[in-house]
Every structure is written in C-alpha cells, then in structure tokens.
C-alpha cells in the first residue's frame, strides 16, 4: 500500500519483516552546482524505515489485532479507530468524480459544456452555426442548439436542429441530419447518412438506418423498423447497394410497424400500427395489415375518409 503526500510518500508491505514494513520517503531537489545552478530534477530519498510494532503486539497477526480491537469497541461502546464513515466518505468522492467524468464526456460528446448537471436534459450549443444542405429534403438545416440527455450519444459531425430534444441511450452518428425542433425518443439509432427534416417525433426504440429519409412533420411510432437491404445474408457485404426509404411530409407510421427498404410513403399518409409495407403507399392513404393494403383515406387533421368519398390534397 502506497499512500502519497505532498512532501513525500509512505510505503507498506506486509510481506516484509515486522520492523521493516513501513518506510517513508521524502521529494528532495538536486543540489545547485557550478554547471547547473538550478535544480533540474526531484529526486526520491528515503527517509527512515519504521516499525510498526505499536500498533500491535510483538508477534501477533494483524487480523487479530484487528478482531480485538473491534471486540472492544463492542463491549466499551466507543468509536472504532476504522469506521464506515470512511467508506461514505470515499463513496461520496466518487460519486462526484464519476458525475464529473460523465459531464466532461458528454460535453466533449456535443462540442460545449454542459449547462447544468442537475437537468435531465443538458442543452448543448455551437459557437459557429453549422449549415448542412440537405440532398434529400432540398432545405438548409442550422445547427445551433438542442438538448440531450446525459446519456445519449451525440457523435462529432452529427447535425442536429435548434429545439432538438434526444432522450435516454439514443445514438446519433456523425454525418447525420436532424432538423429542427425535432423529438427523438429513448434508445433510437439515427445513422450516419439518415436524414430527418423538422419536427419530425421518433418514438421509442426505433432504428433509422442509411438510406431513409424522414420529411418535416412526419411521426414515427414506438419500434418501428426500418430496412435497408432487401435480401440480407451475415456473410455478404452490401453496404453500396443500400435502398432508399422515403417518407414524406406529415406522414404517420403505427407502432411496431415494418417499412421494407425501397418504398415511398406519400404525404399525410397513415401507416396503421403492426403493418408490414412492400410497396409504395399514395399521399393521405390509410393502409394497413400484413402486406399492407389501402383501406381509405386521412385528412391532413388525422380523420378517416372512406375509399368512396376520396378526398382532395389540395383542400385536406
């Protein structure tokens, strides 16, 4: 056991003889000389080897001195000379120090310094604005402050909208896009070249993988899956031929719903929940099931119109 001081440092080894356990050593500087006038290195000295024979008696083991000791504190009721207070102590030392090594990574994570380490939601912010044209949304996205929880990952190069709220365990990869005033759930995965537009929701435990594109507005419900590759094996590789998921503006997908890679949903469309979609579903249409098929239709507002009565976008 070693124990470090500013003056020096103390050593003891059990494996050592009674009187030779203990020793201390002091930080000396070099003596100034001729050629070298100032001290140019500490040095080590040891001091003086101590024994330790008073704090137990000549020839017995520690451990039952030890065992005594705590003997006698039973019977007399006094105050051991070890206690667990101590140990609160030393709990309490690293609790903090874990608290502050946490802040400091998750500062690092988002490029500034946390605000407040008492907030569930830490907000984060960019000297310089951040613009990142948008290739599939054809708008210009400016980074310049969200909030995110202390445990979500926020990699280097994501762009991320102001307003932008990212909960517990999400992941956000660099490259990514999202737009403003968006609401990313718990334990959510947005990839490197996904895009989201502004206020777009993503529920709880969703994976928006390369390759799909989320439009302004557009809700995405708890475990929703999306795909990427439409004939995956373990053992090839088809990272280059990803397929391309659209959804566009204000559309609804339900919880638990699976969209198969390659398709576009049509604006204020309105996935229901569990459905599997294979295939291109129109703008307002309400589809689902397993394959998914049209059912009837939904106003921008969220209301059913029957397959008979149609409805017009330009007035919905």
């Known amino acids: 056991m070693v124990i470090v001081g500013t003056e020096g440092f103390i050593v003891y080894d059990a494996t050592k003889p009674l009187m030779e356990q203990l020793k201390l050593f002091r930080y000396t ?15 080590i000295k040891l001091e003086g080897v101590y024994s330790i024979h008073d704090l137990s008696a000549e020839g017995e083991k520690p451990l039952a001195v030890e065992i005594r000791h705590f003997l006698d504190c039973c019977r007399d009721r006094k105050k051991p000379l070890t206690n667990s207070d101590e140990a609160l102590d030393v709990l309490w030392v690293l609790e903090k120090a874990q608290k502050q090594l946490d802040e ?130 373990s053992e090839v590789v088809r990272r280059d031929k990803f397929a391309r998921t659209v959804v566009n503006e204000g559309a609804t997908i339900g919880a638990n719903s699976t969209i198969v890679c390659g398709v576009e949903i049509g604006r204020y469309a309105f996935i229901g929940a ?36 149609g409805i017009e976008e330009s007035t919905s």
């Open 29 to 43: 500087t070099s003596q100034p000389t001729a050629e070298q006038p100032k001290p140019s290195c500490v040095a």
């Open 104 to 233: 400091a990574k998750s500062s690092k994570a988002r490029g500034s310094p946390a605000t407040s380490s008492e907030a569930e939601l830490s907000p984060s912010s960019k000297g310089d604005s951040e613009v990142h044209k948008s290739k599939t949304m054809g708008v210009a996205l400016t980074s310049h402050a969200y909030q995110s929880h202390s445990t979500a990952v926020i990699d280097e190069g994501a762009v991320i909208g102001q307003g932008t709220r990212i909960w517990h365990f999400s992941h956000v990869m660099p490259g990514s896009v999202i737009g403003d005033n968006c609401n990313i759930g718990q334990n959510v995965y947005i990839a490197s070249k996904a895009v989201l537009g502004k206020n777009v929701k993503v529920q709880n435990n969703v994976s928006v993988y390369d390759g799909v594109s989320l439009a302004d507005n557009v809700f995405v419900g708890p475990s929703v899956v999306f795909t990427n590759v439409k004939n995956p094996r």
């Open 274 to 309: 569990g459905s599997v979609v294979t295939k291109d579903v129109g703008p307002f249409a309400l589809v689902y099931g397993n394959p998914a098929e049209m059912k009837g239709y939904m106003t921008r507002e969220g209301n059913v119109v029957s397959l008979e009565d």
